[in-house]
């Protein structure tokens, strides 16, 4: 699909009050399991990729520019978090086009592997993610407190694209910070 998009990508410190406000109420509208006063989930992501129409914010990609290992080899990911499009525009293929965005960046810049945590892969499938079943390794956040470490295997929700064409491997992943 050919859509011209008025795509921005922001750094999180860049994003003021309206804004944040204007994120906080369209996060709860497409994710209502999950309502929160507060535009992130667990933490502020670094970077955002935002879709406007008309100054309204009309879809997001948290962005969480990372390294993490595989089996002790060092590789540089884009983390997606909260991937989310006002529902009055899905289904025309904006949320691709920001993965194809993505995509471009990160080979762009030596990122090796676009990576995200989802139940529902349908997106990710779509856009030449494949899954993977590795034992993970994170930082446990919730609400505003660390728990320790997790070490647990993840078989059926983490889906990474290589933009290096390193291929992934079994073993472990260890995500150098919190799951997002
Ligand atoms: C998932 C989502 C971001 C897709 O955005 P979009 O702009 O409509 O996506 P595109 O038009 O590029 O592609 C549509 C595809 O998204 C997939 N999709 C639809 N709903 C989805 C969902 N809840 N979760 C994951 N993928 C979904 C389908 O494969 C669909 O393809 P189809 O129309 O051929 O069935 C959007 O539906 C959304 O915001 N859902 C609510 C929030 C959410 O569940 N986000 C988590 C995604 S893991």
Request: aromatic residues 12%; contains cysteine; hydrophobic residues 40%.
């Given at each position: 699909m050919n859509i011209d998009l008025d795509?921005?990508?922001?750094?999180?410190?860049?994003?003021?009050?309206?804004?944040?406000?204007?994120?906080i109420t369209l996060r709860c509208q497409c994710f209502p399991d999950t309502q929160?006063?507060?535009?992130?989930?667990?933490?502020?992501?670094?970077?955002?990729l935002l879709v406007f129409q008309?100054?309204?914010?009309i879809a997001h990609i948290g962005l969480e520019?990372?390294?993490i290992t595989l089996n002790e080899k060092v590789l540089r990911i884009f983390g997606?978090?909260?991937?989310?499009?006002d529902p009055q525009h899905q289904g025309q293929g904006i949320a691709s086009a920001m993965l194809t965005h993505l995509t471009?960046?990160?080979?762009?810049?030596?990122?090796?592997?676009l990576m995200a945590f989802a139940?529902?892969?349908?997106?990710?499938?779509?856009?030449?993610?494949?899954?993977?079943d590795n034992y993970f390794q994170w930082l446990r956040v919730d609400e505003h407190k660390n728990y320790g470490v997790a070490i647990e295997r993840i078989?059926?929700?983490?889906?990474?694209?290589?933009?290096?064409?390193?291929?992934?491997?079994?073993?472990?992943?260890?995500?150098?910070g919190y799951l997002f």
């Open positions: 795509m921005q990508l922001l750094a999180e410190f860049e994003i003021r009050p309206p804004l944040n406000q204007q994120l929160q006063s507060r535009s992130y989930f667990k933490q502020l992501p670094q970077h955002r008309d100054c309204q914010l520019h990372r390294v997606l978090i909260d991937v989310f499009v471009k960046l990160g080979t762009q810049f030596s990122v090796d592997f139940t529902d892969p349908r997106i990710y499938q779509k856009n030449g993610f494949h899954l993977v078989a059926d929700e983490a889906w990474v694209k290589s933009l290096s064409g390193f291929p992934w491997t079994n073993g472990c992943v260890d995500l150098l």
